[in-house]
Nanobody, 129 residues
Framework: VRLEESGGGSVQAGGSLRIACAVDGDELSLFGISTYCMAWFRQAPGKEREGVAAIGHDGKTSYADDVKGRFAISKDNVMNTLYLQMNRLKPEDTATYYC???????????????????WGKGTQVTVSS
């Protein structure tokens, strides 16, 4: 499975940005990402990577506490694309954002553990004050 992020950029605090992750791979040829669990992670300079949001094959979602109510994860099972809509952005949201995927039996959506099958190269999001 191959993942490629897009849509990052620079925005002022309070603004919005949507990033996307295109998913491709022979393993998904039958059912696409409808049976695949996916998540967004981020890593700021000098900090550890952290989970931001995750979505299961059934559409169940989870969010990190500091993005709840501001970010929304979704996926398009026809276009095999994962999205992260980010609203009311803050300077502390500045980071490189990565999408990750794994077969659902291996992951815990609530804790965002188990996403070790596939990772994208990341897209930079910069929020200025």
């Amino acid at each position: 499975v191959r993942l490629e992020e897009s849509g990052g950029g620079s925005v002022q605090a309070g603004g919005s940005l949507r990033i996307a992750c295109a998913v491709d791979g022979d393993e998904l040829s039958l059912f696409g990402i409808s049976t695949y669990c996916m998540a967004w992670f981020r890593q700021a300079p000098g900090k550890e990577r952290e989970g931001v949001a995750a979505i299961g094959h059934d559409g169940k979602t989870s969010y990190a506490d500091d993005v709840k109510g501001r970010f929304a994860i979704s996926k398009d099972n026809v276009m095999n694309t994962l999205y992260l809509q980010m609203n009311r952005l803050k300077p502390e949201d500045t980071a490189t954002y990565y999408c990750a995927g794994a077969w659902c039996p291996k992951v815990d959506i609530a804790t965002m553990d188990g996403f070790d099958d596939a990772w994208g190269k990341g897209t930079q999001v910069t929020v200025s004050s």
